[in-house]
């Protein structure tokens, strides 16, 4: 799953992952470079491919959640958290390959702390540090009494555990689906080889779960995809706004 490193030059080690995340910056550049080479009335396919993907992430992730008037200079970052995230996940169910490089906890937290660093600083642009701060820590219509309490609650909950949650939903879910379809071949293995006859009748029954798993990774690495960069666009969102 994690192998060893593929070049090592003292600290620096260069490994699957690594060389993963550099494919997936090729393949999504040069998807979208090759869709609008040509632009046309009458769009191409590959031109349609890529204007639905960019019109989704544009639509759905940007307006509808930061609004009219705010989302248009965060699309290029709600593209690229989309479709970099999304292809990354898919590694993991291409055969060879077979590994989705966000199971590797950095990569999570690095996309997540790019995320973190942008709307907290959108927001203290927006309202100042000091607004900033209670809109994040003081929730309206509570009794101030209750802000003794509420304050260390909210910051940690807003600005410490957010961020780690962030992270960890898509880099967990990537993990334990990958851990799972290996159970599965694994299972699948021991069956023909260990069990004999039976075994290899049974195995059937591995090959389906397997299937199945697969088949459920692959919805799942596109939820997490659009998961991730929707709650981005929600977190920007609730920095920008005016407070109560």
Do not use: C
Request: aromatic share 14%; proline share 5%; net charge positive.
């Amino acid at each position: 799953m994690h192998l060893p490193p593929l070049l090592e030059l003292g600290s620096f080690a260069l490994g699957k992952q690594m060389l993963l995340v550099a494919l997936s910056v090729v393949l999504v550049a040069g998807f979208f470079m090759w869709a609008v080479r040509r632009q046309a009335l009458v769009p191409s396919k590959g031109q349609y491919l890529g204007e639905v993907g960019y019109g989704f992430v544009r639509n759905h992730l940007g307006r509808d959640i930061i609004g009219e008037h705010d989302f248009r200079p965060y699309i290029p970052l709600l593209f690229t958290f989309f479709f970099f995230i999304l292809v990354n996940n898919f590694f993991g169910s291409v055969p060879l390959l077979q590994l989705p490089s966000i199971s590797h906890p950095g990569a999570a937290y690095v996309l997540a702390g790019i995320a973190y660093v942008t709307w907290v600083v959108m927001g203290i642009k927006r309202h100042g540090f000091g607004h900033f701060m209670g809109k994040m820590t003081m929730p309206p219509d509570v009794p101030k009494i209750l802000y003794v309490l509420l304050i260390p609650i909210e910051f940690l909950s807003n600005l410490v555990i957010r961020p780690v949650t962030h992270a960890l939903r898509v880099f967990a879910t990537m993990f334990a689906g990958h851990i799972a379809i290996m159970v599965a071949a694994s299972m699948t293995a021991f069956l023909i080889t260990e069990m004999g006859g039976l075994g290899a009748a049974t195995s059937v029954l591995s090959v389906v779960l397997g299937l199945f798993i697969y088949f459920l990774e692959v919805l799942i690495q596109v939820l997490q995809a659009y998961i991730f960069t929707l709650l981005f666009a929600v977190y920007v969102q609730g920095a920008l706004q005016e407070g109560h």
